[in-house]
């Protein structure tokens, strides 16, 4: 079982940036994949980006050139690095996990998820 939390949502004026963090607790999550989604108001869960054990890193075309996902170096804390956020960006923002070492961009493929973290682009 793999807790996953998430930090560092908030309020923030188009143009502005945001760093959320998604902890692994008691895990490393080197060899897992791990993903982003983010779920506006009244829509659907969306895909933000993917990096699967092998390294490899992949971002959703409206958020690609943005946003940018990272780790630490012993795998426990995942990133999503977001600047020139816009109000479309508004959303809940979740990370996910899988036991395999890669996964794709539907929300099914992954087995475990944090409680989501509220980012709010406004002025």
């Known amino acids: 079982q793999v807790r996953l939390v998430e930090s560092g949502g908030g309020w923030v004026q188009p143009g502005g940036s945001l760093t959320l963090s998604c902890v692994a607790e008691?895990?490393?999550?080197?060899?897992?994949?791990m993903a982003w989604f983010r779920q506006a108001p009244g829509k659907e869960r969306e895909f933000v980006g993917l990096?699967?054990?092998?390294?490899?890193?992949v971002y959703a075309n409206s958020i690609v050139g943005r946003f940018t996902i990272s780790e630490d170096g012993d795998g426990n804390t995942a990133y999503l690095q977001m600047t020139s956020l816009k109000p479309e960006d508004t959303a809940v923002y979740y990370c996910a996990a899988r036991s395999g070492n890669n996964g794709g961009s539907e929300a099914t493929d992954y087995d475990y998820w944090g409680q989501g973290t509220e980012v709010t682009v406004s002025l």
């Open positions: 008691g895990h490393s999550l080197n060899t897992n994949a």
């Open positions: 990096r699967w054990g092998s390294g490899t890193i």
